[in-house]
């Protein structure tokens, strides 16, 4: 039968505004956590990871932050921009980078 | 420097047949990934490959299998295609694997 696509969750944020994509990870062993983008017909592509001996890095514009505590990982945009409107991906990586898991993905709209 | 390119973009076939996708990676990486990415299953890890050999595996059946060529090319094989086989087909590559992955733009195959 048709299978069932993936609701993806949707932020919409002002263009000019902050925005923050927050995601849950599964496995406390991984050693990198990273964070994707990806526009509609085109690959993932890569926009900044994180050790998971560290808990802030910094970007352009972006900054993830790593909370091991509770398994949580956030993707912060500044003065977020039409160009921005894409659906964000996190994932982890194990075995250094080796083996990559997704999440399910958080689509960002930007209102002009 | 050129990025990863996935040849074709677009593909048709019907179900019984088999298909051969190809990646050129980044130059200097020896790194290959392939990822099957569905509305219904999101991003999913299919194997890598490092040094012309297969090092990681995901959970696909055995019609899908690749190869690696000594100037790191690489190429994925579906055969006895079935419909659910309709996926946008990624490959990623990275200097080791150790360092982040980078996507092409994807086979966009579609099973009649």
């Known amino acids: 039968g048709e299978s069932v696509g993936l609701h993806l969750p949707t932020l919409s944020v002002q263009e000019g505004d902050n925005s923050i994509i927050n995601c849950a990870y599964s496995n406390s062993a991984s050693d990198y956590f990273i964070w994707y983008k990806q526009e509609s017909g085109k690959g993932p592509q890569f926009i900044i990871d994180?050790?998971?001996?560290?808990d802030k890095r910094q970007g352009q514009r972006v900054t993830v932050l790593l909370n091991k505590t509770v398994k949580h990982l956030s993707l912060q945009i500044a003065a977020t921009q039409p160009g921005d409107s894409a659906v964000y991906f996190c994932?982890?990586?194990?075995?250094?980078?080796?083996?990559?898991?997704f999440g399910t993905g958080t689509k960002l709209q930007v209102i002009p | 420097k050129a990025g990863v390119t996935q040849t074709p973009r677009y593909l048709i076939k019907t179900r019984g047949q088999q298909v051969t996708l190809s990646c050129s990676p980044i130059s200097g990486h020896r790194s290959v990934s392939w990822y099957q990415q569905t509305p219904g299953q999101g991003l999913q890890f299919l194997f890598e490959y490092f040094s012309e050999t297969q090092r990681n595996k995901g959970n696909f059946p055995g019609r899908f299998s690749g190869r690696q060529f000594s100037n790191s090319r690489s190429e994925m094989n579906v055969s006895t295609l079935e419909l659910g086989d309709s996926a946008l087909y990624l490959c990623?590559?990275?200097?080791?694997?150790?360092?982040?992955?980078?996507f092409g733009d994807g086979t966009r195959l579609s099973i009649l």
């Open positions: 994180i050790r998971s001996n560290m």
């Open positions: 994932a982890e990586a194990a075995g250094g980078y080796q083996k990559v898991t």
């Open positions: 990623a590559s990275s200097l080791d694997s150790g360092g982040p992955q980078h």
